[in-house]
């Protein structure tokens, strides 16, 4: 069997993946949203249940807030909550794809009241983080056009500039402006920040505490993204990991399920780049769970990072670099290829016994009852669903 290096141990056992609250409610496409029994109906219950993800696997400290969608009266109770549940809250994401006004854009709009508005949103946002002591503000937007001549995509690309840097001068000295970007979707025919050049030339523009989210769906069939994670760790500008799988477009399925080796050469760029646990890097999931359980979705989905990261930690290192530097071009391959064959599981499995957690974190939450409880539990009231 494997057994993994002092040093191969201390990276997993530093390995932090936050976990997005909304995975938590129901979502759906737009055909329909099948509800799940038990689903949270506000914020404390989805970060109830982000806390059981923590229990059973050590992986996931963190939970990810969305503005309005978690909004609640007192976030200093949400935190203390939080902590009571063994978990903290992470980064705060904001919300400018849900409001009429945002029809023609948010902060691209030409109409300054709307610019204001949507900048006032990322303002509560911000005093949200100030009370819940997140780091992260990250910006995903909605905005672009359907149809060539709709839109003056210079000016736009000028007035986002502006409002993010109305945004960024708000920040604390120790907060983040975390800038995500995405090809198409909902717009079909331009995108204001599409590619990680935009999101880049964007926040190179603002400063230092300005860095790019990588979602690993939001990128057209065939992208390299492992060249992109390496440029911008390259660049010092990859702030966080938005984790998902994709086979079509932005499906928000579970990262690792569709191409685990493309995760694979994700993670082992990561770790060539120095980001592997450093407090630069965000390792996020971004994900919806339309038709399995959330809670063992998202223990599954944190699993597959972990197999993944430990795959890529024992590539040897210094026996590729030998291999490149003499043009060796199969051995090479031949020493990747090799790590990433190798079944990590059993490993694994015994290394977390050795930590006092579950062998195998997915049945052992299956056995605890939790889903029959709360499904008893949480009758009446409103589930949480994506956009409530
Ligand atoms: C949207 O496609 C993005 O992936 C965002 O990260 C979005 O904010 C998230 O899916 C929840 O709103
Ligand atoms: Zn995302
Ligand atoms: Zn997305």
């Known amino acids: 069997m494997t057994t993994f290096s002092p040093e191969i141990q201390a990276a997993l056992a530093q390995q932090a993946i936050e976990l997005p609250s909304w995975a938590f409610g ?5 055909f329909k949203v099948f509800a799940t029994p038990g689903t949270p109906r506000d914020p404390y219950e989805k970060i ?54 945002y029809k023609f854009g948010a902060l691209t709009h030409e109409d300054a009241a709307v610019r204001r508005k949507a900048i006032d949103h990322h303002f509560e946002c911000i005093d949200i983080m100030d009370a819940t002591g997140s780091r992260d503000l990250k910006i995903w937007l909605a905005e672009g056009s359907n149809y060539p001549g709709q839109a003056d995509l210079r000016g736009r690309q000028d007035r986002l500039h502006d409002s993010l840097a109305t945004i960024y001068e708000r920040l604390g000295d120790d ?16 995108t204001d920040v599409p590619d990680w050049g935009t999101s880049y030339a964007q926040v190179a523009a603002l400063g230092d505490r300005a860095v790019v989210c990588l979602d690993t769906g939001h990128h057209a069939p065939g992208t390299n993204i492992e060249f992109i994670v390496m440029q ?13 799988s994709r086979f079509y477009a932005d499906d928000d399925l579970i990262v690792g399920a569709a191409d685990p080796f493309q995760l694979f050469r994700i993670i082992f760029e990561v770790i060539r780049g120095g980001g592997l646990n450093s407090p630069d890097v965000a390792f996020m999931l971004d994900q919806c769970h339309n038709i399995e359980d959330k809670i063992p979705g ?9 197999e993944m990261t430990a795959r890529a930690l024992l590539v040897d290192r210094s026996a590729l670099e030998a291999a490149q530097k003499a043009g060796d071009v199969l051995e090479a391959n031949r020493i990747f290829m090799d790590a990433f064959y ?8 015994e290394w ?34 994506w956009g409530a």
Do not use: C
């Open 342 to 349: 190798t079944d990590v599981r059993p490993a694994l499995a």
């Open 48 to 101: 109830a249940d982000a806390a059981q993800v923590h229990r059973y696997t050590a992986l996931a400290p963190t939970v990810a807030l969305h503005i309005p969608w978690d909004r609640v009266d007192d976030y200093d109770d949400l935190r203390r909550h939080a902590d009571d549940h063994g978990v903290a809250l992470g980064t705060i994401n904001s919300n400018t794809f849900q409001d009429d006004d």
């Open 298 to 306: 998202q223990i599954r989905s944190v699993l597959n990072v972990q």
């Open 232 to 244: 911008l760790l390259r660049l010092g500008k990859l702030g966080s990991f938005d984790f998902n």
């Open 352 to 385: 977390r016994v050795s930590r006092g957690l579950p062998a195998d974190p997915m049945r052992a939450f299956a056995e605890s009852g939790y889903l029959a409880q709360i499904a008893a539990d949480r009758v009446g009231g409103v589930q949480a669903g």
């Open 26 to 30: 129901n979502s759906g496409t737009r």
């Open 175 to 190: 907060q983040r402006l975390v800038l995500e970007y995405k090809f198409f979707e909902p717009a079909f025919y331009h």
